[in-house]
């Protein structure tokens, strides 16, 4: 692309980003579209995140960006408006100018609930569902589940305290919804696994293949939909074992996707293309298709 003066930049804030696939997609989209935007990795040091969002107020090419770690948390207090989501979950992965303000959002647990539907035809209302973990990306799906009208989720963390903070953080917001928390060491996980539709990995294992599993895989069951965030490998351990089981399984790819997709929108007001985007990312990770 040529870059002019007005061409409006948007970034991805955090620290370190030397593996990130966001620049990839997302300038892959503004290019398909033909938009005179550039998206950029920008490394910011956690004692610099003040000056650094105060900076963004006052670019005038800025148009917006993502947050990633280790800052979703602490820049809450540093945005003018906050969505509903962000500051239910406590974290915000989007930052948007609107009307002179810095918006920030949390696009990530909708980002999961589109690559539900779009990857696997599959809505959450009445489900029940076991979510492993209790850190901030279990958080964002958790309350996406919710208030998409799960019938029951079950957290369940190495350390139970963590997942009854999560878990009574969500009864407050989706009362509806009956909210469990578990240990991980718990002799209920086998019954978990068997009553839920849908079971999903919220943890970092699996990242190494010397990860050692969460649980027996013998538990999985036949009739579940299994899930896991990890995006690569393309297949964790996790997930191959459920396949073997005979579960439908979904990588973490699609919520990539679908949360940059949005992340996208919210800063063109265009449609995000999906197909382009997705090709982007698959091609970098040499994904068989």
Not at 111 to 126: I, N, R, W
Not at 136 to 152: C, H, K, N, Q, T
Not at 191 to 212: A, F
Request: hydrophobic residues 40%; neutral net charge.
């Amino acid at each position: 692309m040529r870059i002019k003066g007005k061409t409006k930049i948007c970034v991805l804030l955090g620290y370190p980003l030397g593996h990130t696939l966001s620049p990839l997609m997302q300038n892959a989209a503004f290019s398909y579209r033909r938009l005179d935007y550039l998206y950029v990795p920008w490394e910011v040091r956690p004692e610099n995140l003040e000056r650094a969002v105060a900076a963004l107020q006052v670019w005038e090419n800025f148009r917006g960006a993502n947050v990633t770690i280790p800052h979703k948390e602490r820049i809450l207090g540093l945005v003018d408006r906050l969505s509903p989501e962000a500051q239910a979950i406590g974290a915000v992965n989007c930052l948007s100018l609107r009307e002179g303000c810095l918006f920030g959002d949390n696009t990530d647990g909708k980002g999961f609930l589109l690559s539900l539907q779009e990857e696997a035809g599959v809505e959450v209302e009445g489900k029940r569902i076991l979510l492993f973990g209790a850190g901030g990306a279990a958080r964002a799906v958790a309350f996406a589940l919710a208030w998409s009208g799960a019938r029951r989720i079950s957290l369940v963390n190495r350390t139970r305290e963590k997942a009854e903070v999560l878990a009574s953080h969500l009864r407050g917001f989706a009362p509806s919804c009956h909210v469990e928390a578990h240990s991980l060491d718990g002799g209920d996980l086998p019954d978990l696994i068997r009553e839920s539709e849908i079971v999903v990995n919220c943890t970092s294992v699996g990242l190494s293949p010397k990860d050692p599993p969460l649980f027996d895989h013998r538990f999985f069951e036949a009739s579940s939909l299994v899930c896991d965030l990890i995006y690569n490998p393309q297949e964790t351990r996790f997930l191959e074992a459920a396949r073997r089981a005979g579960c439908r399984t979904i990588g973490g790819l699609g919520m990539l996707l679908h949360q940059g997709a949005l992340s996208f929108e919210l800063w063109t007001g265009e449609k995000a293309p999906l197909q382009t985007m997705r090709r982007a990312l698959e091609g970098a990770l040499g994904f068989r298709t």
